[in-house]
Nanobody, 119 residues
Framework: QVQLVESGGGLVQAGGSLRLSCAAS????????MGWYRQAPGKQRELVAT???????NYADSVKGRFTISRDNAKNTMYLQMNSLKPEDTAVYYC?????????????WGQGTQVTVSS
């Protein structure tokens, strides 16, 4: 069965960095495009970045140049390197299958990991 477990969140100061990890199990990880999403209190959940099984990436304009999505298919793990963090990056961050994938995909919302950026 599918499991996606986020980790690496925490409290950081503006301008700081954090690396999130997503440990995947229960499916053939390398075959699926994945994504990072975030949801701030009172706001809609938004797509942060996506990565295909082969490593092609896309980013929301708000994080472009600051965040880097990557994956290690041998480790069944996806990462989000977050640099130059801003208070507006504060949110719960989730990994999931890329819901924009054109052929349809799986869906798994876990607990997420809290990222808080202080000003």
């Amino acid at each position: 069965q599918v499991q996606l477990v986020e980790s690496g969140g925490g409290l950081v100061q503006a301008g700081g960095s954090l690396r999130l990890s997503c440990a995947a199990s229960g499916f053939i990880f390398k075959l699926f495009a994945m994504g990072w999403y975030r949801q701030a209190p009172g706001k809609q959940r938004e797509l942060v970045a996506t990565i295909t099984g082969g490593g092609t990436t896309n980013y929301a304009d708000s994080v472009k140049g600051r965040f880097t999505i990557s994956r290690d298919n041998a480790k069944n793990t996806m990462y989000l390197q977050m640099n130059s963090l801003k208070p507006e990056d504060t949110a719960v961050y989730y990994c999931n299958f890329d819901q924009t994938a054109p052929w349809g995909t799986r869906n798994y919302w876990g607990q997420g990991t809290q990222v808080t950026v202080s000003s």
